[in-house]
């Protein structure tokens, strides 16, 4: 009977699976069967971006039509985020009843071969997306867009032309372009690492 349970065992041992290396969990797989492709990674192109990250102080001048230029000063924290895909701004300038915070979202569409900003802020509900190149002599990204306006009234086109001065510094001018009219500087911020 011993002998019987050792035989058994013994026949175990030898069936049981070998250990397998570890295997990467698959992709998820949408109900229509496919696997999803790998996502891009980030290029030489987002690369360019990581000047502007890291903790800067600035000073921002805001000059409209018909009003004194206004001066501010603030704080940009600025990191990468998902992946190192996107460069996420977050700033704050001002106090009190004057402050405001504001989120710029930079990147580099792959597909599309062109960079882009997205910008949001305190001071109301709308956004501004601009897209452009890199001037590689200029050492500035040029990104263009169209300022949506009130909803009734379509809003002037617009240039943003980022500038890097260095690895610890950079500037940011936001231009209004009318038609007819020769282009208009409304924001010039000056940035500077902490």
Known sequence: MMSLVWLLAAGL???APKPQA?????APVPEGGARLPAAPKPSADHERLDFLAGTFRFERTTSLPGRPPERTSGVSENRWILGNRYLECRSSEGEGANASES????GFDIRRRVYFVIL???RGTNYQNLD???DEPAHSFVLLG???GDGRVPGPKLRQIVRV?????????LFTVAVGRVPQKVIEITYSRQ
Request: proline share 10%.
């Open 13 to 15: 041992a030898t069936a």
């Open 22 to 26: 570890p295997v990467a969990p698959a």
């Open 103 to 106: 989120v710029a979202i930079y």
């Open 120 to 122: 949001i802020g305190s």
């Open 132 to 134: 452009g190149f890199y």
């Open 146 to 148: 169209k300022d949506p």
């Open 165 to 173: 001065d260095g690895r610890d510094r950079y500037s940011v001018e």
